[in-house]
């Protein structure tokens, strides 16, 4: 079987449960997604950049989830993202949207997906291949991927603790020899011991669930209510765990369709039931980050732009590159070369893999400005901008 199939497979039960004893109810209520806080542009200037990690790392993970689960938009045409014998989803031309579309296929992020998006319609492309969209563990893994650069976990069966791919267990629970089964884990543990992890997972973090090479995973939008008898035992019925997950189905809901469920609450005793496990990333654990340090080197210089025929340069970060952007722009600051691109899912970008038309000696006579910016989840930066003249 060739490989990209059975990657697919592993992604494909992605918010299908129907093989736990948990059943999800879908509300058909409109969510509304919050709006994450504006990160500063930092100074104009050549060689590396810092960006400190913003003073609410776990907010900014639920910001980031919020914000792909809050883009709108239409498709101009139809748009089948099913896969056979997993599941059925269709985006129809004409019904509008709330949320990135789900894709086994790609990992994007708001902005990237937002950029296709004009006057509400979104323009393509259209394939399972090419549309940029999240699944379960990919969303989770975009948000954390704004604070952390720790991680390294692909699926949800690259996510359970002690797998070295930076997950880390909230609270104490025994997982020896569990392998990719979260169901073993409830095994070696007391539903009490499970229910005192929940009680101190916080937002930000995720409640994994995973089975038969496949799994879900939804991130906690706020901290869990946590409801204790007199004698300080959890109520598992009571307690509430309040949580943002892209799914593979849609809600049902009107006059926006989605298949994000955004703030959707679950009692601890249903996610027992399904088998979940609370889980995190360092960063959230520690409450640090680092900074994040961007650089650009083997770029264009004052005096070699006005013969420049391609882009050149490569920007190198610590963290997961949101965009990348190099320009060529008129006085009256118009651009006339380059653009912004997104890389998928990288750390550095060498900037002729743009493709842009970069002849900035076919430019007629006059004075120009060159940039070069990229953007990390804590803010964006100018690498270089400077003017030239031909």
């Known amino acids: 079987m060739p490989v990209l199939l059975v990657l697919l497979l592993f992604f494909c039960s992605c918010g299908r449960e129907a093989s736990l ?14 709006q994450a806080e504006t990160l500063p542009v930092y100074s104009v200037g050549r060689g590396a950049k810092t960006v400190s990690p913003p003073l609410d790392l776990r907010q900014a993970a639920v910001d ?31 019904t509008t949207y709330s949320g990135l579309p789900y894709n086994s296929w790609t990992v994007s992020n708001a902005e990237w997906f937002s950029s296709l998006v004009s006057g509400g319609v979104y323009n393509g492309p259209f394939g399972i291949r090419e549309a940029p969209g999240v699944h379960c563990s990919s969303a989770v893994r975009s948000a954390w991927q704004d604070i952390s650069n720790s991680i390294s976990f692909t699926l949800t069966i690259d996510m359970l603790p002690d797998s070295g791919t ?17 169901g073993k884990i409830m095994a070696q543990n007391t539903a009490e011991t499970i229910y ?8 930000g973090d995720a409640v994994l669930s995973v089975w038969t090479k496949t ?17 300080g035992r959890i109520d598992p019925a009571r307690s509430i765990m309040t949580l943002v997950e892209q799914t593979n189905s849609f ?32 960063e959230l654990a520690s409450g640090k980050a680092g900074d994040a340090v961007i650089s650009l080197t083997g770029e264009a210089t004052p005096s070699s732009i006005g013969g420049a025929t391609m882009l050149k340069g490569m920007i190198k970060a610590n963290y997961r590159l949101k965009w ?18 997104f890389p998928e899912n990288a750390t550095d970008y060498i900037l002729s893999d743009a493709g842009f038309d970069f002849r900035v000696t076919d430019l007629p006579a006059g004075r120009y400005v060159y940039t070069v910016s990229a953007k990390v989840g804590f803010g964006e930066v100018t690498l270089v901008s400077f ?3 031909k």
């Open 21 to 34: 004893p948990e059943t999800e109810t879908v509300s058909g209520d409109e969510e509304t997604a919050s």
């Open 64 to 94: 980031a989830m919020y914000e792909m689960a809050g883009v709108v938009w239409s498709p101009a045409s139809d748009m089948d993202l099913s896969v056979k014998n997993s599941y059925d989803l269709i985006y129809k031309k004409g």
């Open 166 to 182: 930076g997950v880390l267990a909230v609270g104490e629970y025994a997982r020896t020899g569990a392998g990719a089964d979260t």
């Open 196 to 203: 005192s992890a929940y009680a101190l997972a916080k937002k």
């Open 215 to 231: 799994g879900h995973v939804r991130m906690l939008s706020a901290d869990p209510a946590t409801v204790r008898s007199a004698s």
């Open 251 to 282: 809600s049902g809901s009107s006059p926006v369709e989605t298949t994000w469920r955004v703030d959707k609450q679950y009692a601890f005793k249903d996610l027992y039931k399904g088998n979940y496990i609370p889980v995190t990333v360092p």
């Open 324 to 341: 990348v952007e190099a320009t060529v722009k008129n006085e009256e600051g118009k651009t006339l070369l380059g653009g912004k691109v």
């Open 387 to 389: 003017a030239f003249e």
